[in-house]
């Protein structure tokens, strides 16, 4: 992540360190908006989890609790945004 200006420049990953950024991928996202596009994802993310929950409900309830603590914990999607 790159801060230009009002921008943030956010790369891929390189397939190593040694990639340089400039032969990677990028996008520029304006600073005042990225907020909202976080709060917007986790939101998303969120909703993610619930349908896990529902899904495996349906097909292995003793599990459904277990899996959604392991997403979450894995992927951090309900960690407060260090906004």
Known sequence: MEYRGK?????????????????????DIDRPALPDLLRSAQYDLVGFLRARRDWTEEIAPEHADRLVVALDAKLQISEPLPL
Do not use: H, N
Not at 7 to 27: C, K, L
């Open 7 to 27: 921008v943030v420049r956010i790369w891929t990953d390189g397939e190593d360190e040694a990639t340089p950024p400039s032969d990677r991928a990028y996008v």
